[in-house]
């Protein structure tokens, strides 16, 4: 009967490298339900009612985990005011951190502008490119501290065409696609050419209209009293 | 059954261009459905005569069909036909439209064939021997020659198939109920693939054949239509005497048509010549110069202009790229390349390659563009983004996947897709994962037919009000006669809003007109 050796002490022990020191009873188990919930992490609440732990013992508890450089807490993207803790050795997953993007909880942009207008600049300085070329044009131009990887090349490409400064073709192979292999996909920029065209309906005020739902020919928002309308063709009485 | 907006338009544009009365007529119809004279009478609270005016005023003008209809007077009485009238919704429409049509038969066939269409357009429906009473009281000269040079551009037209002959004034619609009962099943089974309202079917009766609808007039045998040549074909040449009274019968049908047949514009073909126009300013915008010439002259070129698609063959295109500006200095591989770039499909037929594209392709970008940038003025750059990555995914979305591949935080993400979906411009479904604990997710999606249905309306609204502010100004412009700054400002003003609407109605016909 090999079960009552299996004590939670032995299971531990093949990992002999992230054996802790030996802990007070409390900060034992905290530590051991943290590290099980390995890259994901645990809310505090959880931990409470998970192990049935006192408000302050856990509370105590944790500061001499992270006191001791075993458990770190971790920026939650979807809940910023609950409290993560994961062990030391785990990184973040990509549902707590948000991923790559995400940097202490929040949306890199300064990273993400920067990393658009390098795309914008190389994809219009080669006319036509592929995600390779893109990426080995940036990679090469060694302007970026961080490395950063195709993947998130391609990311950003793909956010600009959805913005509609570059757009996403079939390389034909001949004129200008003369350097992509036909029918790879390439990348073009459309500075100049098409903009976010603006449309006839949103270029006059009803397009845009807060209160179009509340606007009849008799009513109190009509078109012969609106305001929008006036202030467009600077029609002032 | 047209929306609320559209009715409004409408009726707003009647009352422009005809006064109250006849818009009364016109909205209660509109309103209403098919309706009889009594029923408009009723329902208008205006007089006899005054109904009947009205009616008049609209069929004269192409915007209201007339039927009848069996109606038995009362219980085993004797049946009767009932005149029916029905408004012709698009045809209303189509009078904000008249300047682009004259523009278009301007640059197809000169200013004569213009100034004719602006006659029939300004009257509705008129006969050759009362668009030669309108020419000649305007000009001095010799009206026989006048005359002549009139058939010649009325001819023309006609072949262009600007202009038709008019619909047949009031076809009798027989029920089908009384109809033998032999081949009732038969008939019930083919009813399920082609039930028509009453209103279908009074528009098929009306509807005259392709060949009726644009044969010319005949002049004693100088030129004669499609339908008299085949009926020349069936004397034989012994014949002789029943030749001549034939040749005579011809001059007096010639005479009876210029006094007695009404032609009116071929709105059809004018949708036709604008839907063509805006594909092309498309592609030109997105493809350049070149592939506006190429997508033209593949249109023009096409044989066989089926629901959806045009197809012409190489040489055909060729010959028409050559005959546009520009056209000459390009090669036959550059205009490959282009058709290639347009995304037609080629296939080999009797030793001859042809290309053929699916117009609705260009058309659906065009309808794109025009909700895409309504998003962006209205949500902003962030929802522009979403808004593009759900047209293009065409399926549902997962909230935390719109905001990665969008670079939008999530929660700003969360708020602008509820933003949309409460606006009625997103579809939204929820679902509840299972796992360690419950979980939400939303799904999101762009619902095309229906938020088409909801931008085209926003349109007719949006025209309504331009329609609206015009005839505001008109009237401020009628008080302000005597200080001459304020009249210039609203006259600036008018011209504003009256090339706004043009720009609007081209987005109407968008979603409106132009779907096949």
């Known amino acids: ?237 | 059954m047209v929306s609320q907006d559209a009715l409004n338009l409408a009726v707003s544009l009647m009352t422009s261009h005809f006064g109250d009365l006849v818009a009364k007529v016109c909205g209660c119809l509109l309103q209403g459905g098919t309706l009889s004279l009594q029923e408009i009478v009723r329902c208008t609270e205006l007089s006899n005569s005054q109904v009947k005016n009205g009616l008049l005023v609209l069929i004269q003008h192409n915007c209201v069909q007339a039927f009848s209809v069996p109606k038995q007077a009362g219980a085993g009485g004797a049946t009767k036909s009932l005149t029916q009238y029905m408004a012709l919704f698009d045809n209303i429409l189509h009078r904000m439209r008249f300047t682009k049509f004259l523009a278009i038969v301007r640059d197809d066939l000169g200013p004569q064939c213009e100034t004719l269409l602006e006659g029939l357009l300004q009257h509705g429906r008129l006969t050759f021997d009362q668009l030669v009473v309108r020419a000649t009281s305007k000009q001095s000269e010799d009206s026989s020659s006048i005359r002549d040079v009139l058939r010649k551009n009325l001819e023309r037209l006609v072949h262009g198939q600007y202009v038709e002959r008019c619909p047949r004034p009031e076809p009798f619609i027989a029920p089908t109920s009384e109809e033998g009962t032999a081949s009732a099943r038969r008939r019930s089974a083919k009813s399920k693939e082609e039930t028509y309202s009453l209103e279908q079917q009074a528009m098929i009766a009306a509807a005259l054949s392709h060949a009726e609808r644009f044969s010319v007039i005949t002049d004693s045998g100088r030129e004669s239509s499609d339908v008299k040549d085949a009926d020349k074909q069936d004397v034989s040449v012994g014949d002789k005497r029943k030749f001549e009274v034939l040749e005579l019968d011809e001059e007096v049908q010639a005479a009876i048509t210029e006094t007695e047949v009404l032609w009116r514009a071929n709105f059809q073909k004018f949708v036709h010549c604008l839907e063509k126009k805006a594909c092309v300013a498309n592609v030109r915008s997105r493809l350049g110069l070149d592939a506006g010439v190429v997508l033209e002259a593949l249109v023009e070129s096409s044989d066989q202009e089926k629901d959806n698609f045009v197809k012409a063959s190489m040489d055909g295109i060729l010959e028409a790229v050559r005959g546009k500006p520009g056209g000459i200095s390009m090669t036959l591989e550059h205009i490959r390349i282009v058709l290639d770039q347009l995304g037609c499909s080629s296939s080999i037929e009797d030793n001859n390659v042809f290309y053929k594209m699916e117009v609705q392709c260009i058309i659906e970008s065009c309808q794109n563009d025009e909700v895409e940038s309504l998003v962006l003025s209205r949500y902003g750059k962030e929802a522009y983004r979403i808004f593009r990555l759900l047209i293009k995914k065409g399926s549902l979305v997962e909230t935390e996947q719109i905001s990665d591949i969008t670079f939008v935080e999530k929660k700003v993400a969360q708020g602008i897709l509820y933003k949309l979906w409460n606006d009625d411009y997103l579809y939204m479904q929820k679902v509840i994962s299972i796992g360690a604990g419950q979980l939400q997710h939303f799904l999101w999606k762009v619902e095309k037919h229906s938020l088409w249905e909801l931008v085209l309306n926003h349109m007719y609204h949006a025209a309504l009000n331009l329609n609206q502010k015009i005839a505001h100004i008109v009237e401020q412009e009628q008080e302000v006669l005597q200080a001459r700054e304020k009249r210039e400002q609203l006259r600036k003003s008018r011209m504003i809003l009256e090339l706004s609407l043009l720009k609007v109605d081209d987005a109407l016909m968008l979603f409106h007109d132009f779907k096949r």
Not at chain 1, 75 to 102: L, T
Request: proline fraction near 5%.
């Open chain 1, 1 to 237: 009967m090999s079960r009552p050796s299996m004590t939670p002490q032995k299971r531990a022990q093949p990992d002999s490298q992230s054996q802790p020191p030996a802990l007070p009873e409390n900060e034992r188990i905290l530590y051991e339900l943290i590290k099980s919930r390995k890259n994901m992490g645990i809310w505090t609440a959880d931990m409470k009612k998970e192990t049935g732990l006192q408000n302050i013992v856990v509370t105590k508890a944790l500061k001499s985990l992270q006191n001791k450089n075993l458990i770190k807490d971790v920026v939650n993207v979807h809940n910023k005011a609950r409290k993560i803790f994961m062990a030391v050795e785990f990184e973040p997953s990509k549902e707590v951190s948000g991923g790559s993007w995400y940097s202490e909880g929040s949306l890199d942009t300064e990273f993400i502008n920067i990393l658009r207008k390098m795309c914008l600049k190389h994809i219009e300085e080669l006319k036509v490119a592929t995600i390779e070329d893109i990426w080995k044009s940036i990679s090469a131009s060694g302007v970026l501290k961080v490395a950063c990887t195709m993947q998130q090349v391609l990311e950003i490409v793909r956010a600009l065409a959805l913005d509609k400064e570059i757009e996403e073709l079939k390389s034909t192979g001949v004129g200008e696609f003369s350097t992509v292999q036909t029918g790879k996909v390439c990348y073009r920029s459309l500075r100049g050419r098409e903009a976010p065209r603006v449309g006839h309906l949103s270029s006059i005020p009803c397009g845009v209209c807060p209160r179009i739902s509340e606007c009849t020919p008799d009513g109190v928002i009509s078109p012969k009293t609106c305001v929008y309308y006036n202030k467009w063709l600077k029609l002032e009485f």
